[in-house]
Nanobody
Framework: QVQLVESGGGLVQPGGSLRLSCAAS????????MGWYRQAPGKQRELVARISSGTTTDYADSVKGRFTISRDTAKNMVFLQMNSLEPEDTAVYYC???????????????WGQGTQVTVSS
């Protein structure tokens, strides 16, 4: 099977920074896109940032200029550096990956369990 495990969430004051990490493990032939989504209480899950198998990145307008997504392809990891955090960034952050488990299989999407980020004074 495939597992995505996030780490790095926590409580931070407004204006502070956090770095989220996500490691993929299990039966993996190739990881294509990876990304981060978030879900605040009472709201739908939304895209925060994603990165292709190359270096193409895409960000939600609300985080552009503050968050940076990157990946370590060799280690099957993706990261989210979050700076200038605002209370509105408070949410559970989920790692997402599109993975081929075998060369002859199609792609499937996988989710991590989520990590809580709380921005509060």
């Amino acid at each position: 099977q495939v597992q995505l495990v996030e780490s790095g969430g926590g409580l931070v004051q407004p204006g502070g920074s956090l770095r989220l990490s996500c490691a993929a493990s299990g039966i993996i032939f190739r990881i294509n896109a990876m990304g981060w989504y978030r879900q605040a209480p009472g709201k739908q899950r939304e895209l925060v940032a994603r990165i292709s198998s190359g270096t193409t990145t895409d960000y939600a307008d609300s985080v552009k200029g503050r968050f940076t997504i990157s990946r370590d392809t060799a280690k099957n990891m993706v990261f989210l550096q979050m700076n200038s955090l605002e209370p509105e960034d408070t949410a559970v952050y989920y790692c997402h990956a599109v993975i081929k488990k075998k060369s002859y299989l199609g792609e499937s999407a996988y989710w991590g369990q989520g990590t809580q980020v709380t921005v509060s004074s």
